[in-house]
C-alpha cells in the first residue's frame, strides 16, 4: 500500500473516524483503524461491533492495500503534522508516514482478525444537516445516561411520511421534536430505538455538508440498524450504529397536559440565573421558582448551609404556583430551547411543566421542540 | 491549669471488657471467675466471652457449636438485649456525666473528648480512672481506656489496656506505639486487605508507615491506600461526633437474619430480604430518616460474608424500593445454589426526612408506595404488628 494525500483531508477524516474507537476495546483489533485503498482514494473505518464509522477521502494511490493501525496514535499523528502533503506507505509489519521531514514508523495489527463492518442500509430518505444537528441535540436533551436503564439511554425516532419525530425521556423529564425531511417513499413508517450518544456525535459530525441521508434497516425485531451518511471535502462519511430494543416509554401522550398557569421569560435571563442560583444547591436538591405576578423568585439551598435567590422578570397568566426543579433538568431544557423566549405552561406543583420556545414574550410557543419536566417535591 | 506535652491528647476511647459477659456474671456471683459464653441457640454465633472462656480460643462472632468444642465447660448463656441495652444506657449516662461530648460506637464502646473537662476534673488519665472507678462502683462492670489525640489511636491504646486497665498514647509517642503492631489492626484492614500487604512483605504499622504512598495505592485502590498510609503515622479524625447511639442519623439502620437451616433456594432468600426490608423501612420512617444507599449482606454456609451496596438517586424510607435494590444486588450475585446462613439489609447515608426532596417521576400516581406504607405505619400502631404486612410474608413460616 501506497498513496499521497493532502494533509487537512487525511487529517479530518481520521479524527472523524477515530472518534468512534472504543476507548477500551474488548479487542485489540478494535483499536486499530482501517485503511483500505480503492481506486481513486481512501476508505478509514473504525468499528466496535455497535457503531460503524467510515470515511472516504480522494488520494493518489501508487499502490492498493490495506493495513490497521493504532487509530488513537494515528489520530494524535496526523493532527499535529506540518501543513504539507502526506505520504504513507506499507512496508511489511510496518506503515510509514512521511510529512516534510517528519517521518513516523508504525506496527500494524493484523488486518485479517478485524471484523466485516455492517453494510449501509439503503436509504430511507434525507434531512437538511444543519437542522437535523440542531434537532438532535434538542431531542436528547432528556435522554437517561444511566447505562442501568439502556432503553432510557435511547432516542426514539417515528417516521410518518415526511416528518420525523424524535423523542427522550429519563422518567423524570421528556424531549419531542419533530422535524420534516424528504422521504424516498411518502408513505414511510417506521420507528428505531438510536443510542442517545451515538445519534448526538453522528449528528454533530455531519454538518460538513448540506444533507444527511438516512436509512433504516428492518424495524422489526433482530438486528436493528440506522445509518448516516453526509458528505466533508472530497469524500463522504458514513456511521452505522445497532439499534437498542424494547418497548419505549409512551412519551408522546405526556405532552398532553392541560395548563392552569402560563408564563412567559427570556430564555437567557433565567438560563443565567438558575446558574448563579444553583450554585448552592447540592447535587439532587432543586431549585425553588415562585411565579407571581410579573416576575419569578428563584431559590436554592438550605437554611443550614448556603442559601440564594433571585428574581427574574416574567410574564405570568393565571394562578401563582412555587414549584421545585432539579436545577440540571431545568438547564438542559433551557438550554435546549435555543429562542428568545421560554413559554412554560404548569398545572400543579406535583405535574409536570411543560417547555416549549417562543420568538417573544406573548407570543404563541413554537412546538417543534418540547420538553416536560417533572417537579421535585419539596418537603416541610 | 497543666499542659503538659499530652495536652493534645484529649480523645478517650472507652470499651467495656467482655461487655455481654461481664454483665451477666454480674447479675449470676456464683459464675465469677469461670468460663462463660453468652450467644444464641446452637445455630447462633458468640457474642461474648468471659476472658477465662477466651483462654480457650472462644473470641466473639464464632459459630457457637465451635465455640462449645473448644470450651465444652462454658456456661453457655442466652442473650437478654433489654439488660444490656439498660446498662450501656446508664454507662453512656456517666460518659454524658463528664462531658456532652461523647459519640456512642455501639452499646459497649464511645469516644468521648474530654478537652473542655481538664479544668473541672483533671487530666485526661485522672478522669479515665475517674470514670472506671464509678461504672466499676455503679455498674459491676469492668472497662478500659485508651487515651490519645486521635480516635484511631485511643481505640488501638484500649485494645492494648484490656482487659481492665488504662493506657495513653501523647502525640509525640505516637508512632512508636503505633509502628510495631501487626498492620491487621489498623482500621480498614481486613483479611483481604492484609492478604495484599503480606504479599508486599508488609507486616507491621510501621510498615506500611515507610512504604510510599503511590505504592499502597496501586495496591490498594487511591482511597484506601492513603487513608491507611495516614492511619499509620497517627492520621485520622481527631474530633468526637456527638451522637447518642450508633444509629443516630448519618450511621445507618439496618436488619439481619439467620436462617433457622442454610438455604439455597433464592425465593425464600428473597422473601426474606422483603421482611427485613420492611422492618428497616419501618424503623427509617420511625426515626423519621431517609437513607441513599442500601446494603445486602449475605453470610454464607461456610461463614464467609460478603456485602454489596447500591446507591440510590433519591434517599428513601420505602420498603418496595429498599427490597427492590436488595433484591437485584441478590441478583447480581449469579449465586448457583450457594448455602446461604445468613442475609441483611441496611440503608446508610442517613438524614432527617425533612431535608430530602423527592424527584417526581413522569406517568406515576400522586400517591405512590411512600404513602401507602406511612399508611400501613399508622395501621400498625393501632392494630398490632402484624396487621398488615406483604401477602409474601402471610406464609406461617415463623
Redesign the interface.
Not at chain 1, 417533572?374 to 416541610?380: E, I, K, N, W, Y
Not at chain 2, 426526612?353 to 406517568?363: F, I, K, P, Y
Given at each position: 500500500m501506497k498513496f499521497r494525500i493532502d494533509r487537512d483531508e487525511l487529517a479530518d477524516a481520521v479524527a472523524w473516524t477515530a472518534r468512534s474507537l472504543p476507548n477500551r476495546p474488548s479487542v485489540p483489533v478494535l483499536a486499530g483503524l482501517l485503511i483500505e485503498t480503492a481506486a481513486d482514494g481512501l476508505s478509514l473505518s473504525g468499528f466496535d461491533y455497535e457503531t460503524s464509522a467510515q470515511a472516504t477521502v480522494s488520494a493518489e494511490v501508487a499502490d492498493e492495500g490495506r493495513a490497521l493501525i493504532s487509530g488513537r496514535l494515528l489520530a494524535d499523528i496526523c493532527r499535529s503534522l506540518p501543513h504539507k502533503s502526506v505520504e504513507v506507505t506499507q512496508d511489511g509489519t510496518k506503515v510509514t508516514v512521511v510529512c516534510g521531514t517528519a517521518r513516523f514508523s508504525l506496527a500494524t495489527l493484523p488486518v485479517e482478525d478485524y471484523p466485516t463492518l455492517p453494510d449501509m442500509p439503503t436509504a430511507s430518505g434525507s434531512v437538511r444537516a444543519e437542522e437535523f444537528s440542531r434537532a438532535v441535540a434538542q431531542a436528547v436533551s432528556a435522554a437517561g445516561r444511566d447505562d442501568m436503564l439502556p432503553l432510557l439511554t435511547g432516542v426514539r425516532m417515528e417516521i410518518e411520511g415526511s416528518t420525523i419525530s424524535m423523542m427522550a425521556?429519563d422518567?423524570?423529564?421528556?424531549s419531542l421534536r419533530e422535524l420534516s425531511w424528504v422521504p424516498e417513499r411518502s408513505d414511510a413508517s417506521a420507528h428505531a430505538l438510536v443510542p442517545a450518544r451515538v445519534l448526538a456525535e453522528t449528528a454533530k459530525a455531519l454538518t460538513a455538508g448540506s444533507e444527511v441521508s438516512v436509512a433504516l434497516s428492518s424495524t422489526g425485531s433482530g438486528d436493528g440498524l440506522i445509518g448516516f451518511e453526509g458528505v466533508a471535502g472530497t469524500g463522504s462519511r458514513r456511521t452505522t450504529t445497532r439499534l437498542l430494543e424494547g418497548e419505549f416509554?409512551r412519551v408522546r401522550q405526556?405532552f398532553q397536559a392541560e395548563s392552569q398557569t402560563i408564563v412567559w421569560l427570556e430564555t437567557e435571563a433565567l438560563v443565567e440565573s438558575v446558574k448563579r442560583v444553583s450554585l448552592v444547591a447540592e447535587r439532587?436538591?432543586?431549585v425553588r421558582l415562585r411565579f407571581t405576578e410579573g416576575q419569578v423568585v428563584l431559590e436554592a439551598g438550605?437554611g443550614d448551609e448556603a442559601q440564594a435567590s433571585e428574581s427574574v422578570e416574567a410574564r405570568v397568566d393565571g394562578p401563582d404556583i412555587s414549584i421545585?426543579f432539579?436545577h440540571q433538568y431545568l438547564l438542559d431544557g433551557l438550554s435546549a430551547i435555543g429562542l428568545p423566549s421560554v413559554h412554560m405552561a404548569f398545572t400543579a406543583h406535583?405535574r409536570?411543566a411543560a417547555l416549549a420556545g417562543a420568538p417573544e414574550t406573548g407570543a404563541d410557543p413554537e412546538l417543534d421542540f418540547r420538553y416536560?419536566l417533572?417537579?421535585?417535591?419539596?418537603?416541610? | 491549669m497543666s499542659a503538659g506535652p499530652m495536652s493534645t491528647a484529649t480523645i478517650l476511647h472507652v470499651d467495656m471488657d467482655a461487655f455481654y459477659a461481664s454483665v451477666v456474671v454480674r447479675d449470676r456471683p456464683e459464675l465469677q471467675g469461670t468460663a462463660v459464653i453468652v450467644g444464641g441457640g446452637h445455630r447462633g454465633v458468640v457474642l461474648s466471652a468471659s476472658y477465662q472462656a477466651r483462654k480457650f480460643g472462644v473470641h466473639s462472632a464464632m459459630p457457637m457449636m465451635r465455640a462449645r468444642r473448644l470450651c465444652p465447660h462454658a456456661t453457655v448463656i442466652a442473650p437478654d438485649f433489654s439488660q444490656f441495652g439498660a446498662v450501656s444506657a446508664a454507662v453512656m449516662e456517666t460518659f454524658r456525666g463528664i462531658t456532652p461530648r461523647v459519640e456512642v460506637m455501639s452499646l459497649d464502646e464511645a469516644f468521648l473528648d474530654v478537652a473542655g473537662a481538664w479544668r473541672r476534673l483533671g487530666s485526661p488519665v485522672t478522669i479515665a480512672e475517674q470514670l472506671r472507678a464509678r461504672i466499676a462502683d455503679e455498674q459491676g462492670i469492668t472497662c478500659s481506656v485508651g487515651i490519645a489525640a486521635t480516635t484511631h489511636v485511643a481505640k488501638l491504646a484500649s485494645r492494648r489496656a484490656k482487659p481492665d486497665g488504662v493506657i495513653v498514647v501523647p502525640p509525640d509517642q505516637v508512632t512508636s506505639f503505633l509502628h510495631p503492631l501487626d498492620l491487621e489492626e489498623l482500621w480498614g484492614v481486613g483479611d483481604k486487605t492484609a492478604a495484599s500487604l503480606h504479599r508486599f512483605g508488609l507486616r507491621t504499622i510501621g510498615d506500611i508507615a515507610h512504604t510510599p504512598t503511590t505504592i499502597l495505592c496501586r495496591a490498594l485502590g487511591a482511597a484506601l491506600g492513603a487513608s491507611l498510609h495516614d492511619l499509620a503515622w497517627g492520621g485520622g479524625r481527631a474530633t468526637v461526633v456527638t451522637r447518642r447511639g450508633p444509629e443516630e442519623p448519618d450511621r445507618s439502620i439496618g436488619s439481619d437474619e439467620t436462617f433457622s437451616r442454610d438455604t439455597d433456594d433464592p425465593t425464600v432468600v428473597r422473601r426474606e430480604l422483603l421482611r427485613l426490608s420492611t422492618k428497616v423501612a419501618g424503623r427509617l420512617r420511625a426515626a423519621r430518616v431517609v437513607g441513599r444507599t442500601v446494603v445486602l449482606k449475605v453470610r454464607f454456609a461456610d461463614f464467609t460474608t460478603i456485602t454489596r451496596s447500591r446507591t440510590l438517586?433519591?434517599p428513601t424510607d420505602i420498603a418496595v424500593e429498599i427490597h427492590g435494590t436488595a433484591a437485584e444486588l441478590f441478583g447480581a450475585l449469579g449465586l448457583q445454589r450457594a448455602r446461604i446462613r445468613l442475609v441483611g439489609v441496611r440503608v446508610e447515608g442517613l438524614r432527617p426526612?425533612?431535608?430530602?426532596?423527592?424527584?417526581?417521576?413522569?406517568?406515576a400516581r400522586?400517591c405512590g408506595w411512600s404513602e401507602a406504607e406511612r399508611a400501613v405505619d399508622v395501621a400498625l400502631r393501632r392494630f398490632g404488628t402484624t396487621a398488615v404486612r406483604p401477602a409474601s410474608l402471610l406464609a406461617p413460616e415463623r
Open positions: 425521556t422518567r423524570f423529564r421528556a416509554p405526556l439532587n436538591t432543586p438550605s421545585g432539579n406535583t409536570p416536560l417533572m417537579p421535585v417535591r419539596l418537603q416541610g | 438517586r433519591d426526612t425533612e431535608s430530602a426532596h423527592r424527584q417526581l417521576m413522569l406517568g400522586a
